[in-house]
């Protein structure tokens, strides 16, 4: 079965620098990756959505790579803040929506950016 | 602003009560989707539905049902609830063509005593 990989260590970065989150998964590539922001208690939001042919995306001061060879997507936060402190939940879309279209979530990384 | 909104934000049940988690989306979705969220395990899903009065089983679906008589309603019924389904549930819902990102309501905290 798919497994998906993101590191269950927090990520703690300071502010102004770079925070950069893998999300790593075996098998198949999917057809869509998607990336959620979830804070405590709340129900995740989503970010950013890139495609299999696609390598990057970008959105403000979010970017997401995505490498099928490596099967694996990154996820970059530039000059962050202490605002940008969040669990960070990566998603595989294998049917690219329809009536068939379901997520598979990764467990998610929790980011703290400290000041 | 999609909205989903959620039944209860915090519910306490006893085991073997029959419970009924409702959710509600303001935007048209055809697709709607129950999860459970655990530590260390993310969010796994339960139960899909894509139409009024159609479902998918999601990965995880022993002991749940669900029911979505109206387009913007899906129902999640623990027929007899247990301690080992004391979770954080999310509902969300999504369209079918486009951009197919999902939109998640603020989540039940269910505990099973």
């Known amino acids: 079965s798919q497994k998906i990989e993101q590191n269950s260590e927090a990520l703690n970065i300071q502010e102004g620098k770079t925070a950069t989150l893998t999300c790593n998964y075996t098998n198949y590539s999917p057809a869509y990756l998607q990336w959620y922001r979830q804070d405590p208690g709340r129900g995740p939001v989503f970010l950013l959505l890139?495609?299999?042919?696609?390598k990057e995306k970008r959105k403000e001061r979010l970017k997401v790579t995505f490498d099928t060879t490596l099967k694996q997507s990154l996820f970059h936060i530039t000059a962050s803040q202490p605002a940008d402190s969040a669990t960070y939940l990566c998603?595989?879309?294998?049917f690219g929506g329809g009536t068939a279209s379901k997520l598979t979530f990764g467990t998610g990384t929790r980011l703290q950016v400290t000041l | 602003d999609v909205k989903v909104t959620q039944s209860s934000r915090y519910l306490v049940k006893r085991t073997g009560e029959k419970v009924f988690l409702e959710c509600v989306q303001d935007m048209d979705h055809e697709n709607m989707f129950w999860y459970r969220q655990d530590p260390g395990l993310g969010l796994r899903l339960i139960y899909f539905?894509?139409?009024?009065?159609?479902?998918e089983k999601g990965d995880i679906p022993e002991g749940y049902s669900v029911s979505r008589e109206k387009k913007e309603r899906f129902s999640l019924i623990l027929e007899s609830a247990s301690t080992n389904q004391t979770s954080m549930y999310l509902c969300?819902?999504?369209?079918?063509?486009?951009?197919?990102?999902?939109?998640f309501g603020p989540g039940t905290r269910l505990t099973v005593t």
């Open positions: 998603a595989l879309d294998y």
């Open positions: 969300a819902s999504s369209v079918t063509t486009g951009l197919y990102e999902q939109y």
């Open positions: 890139i495609r299999e042919n696609e």
């Open positions: 539905s894509y139409d009024v009065k159609m479902k």
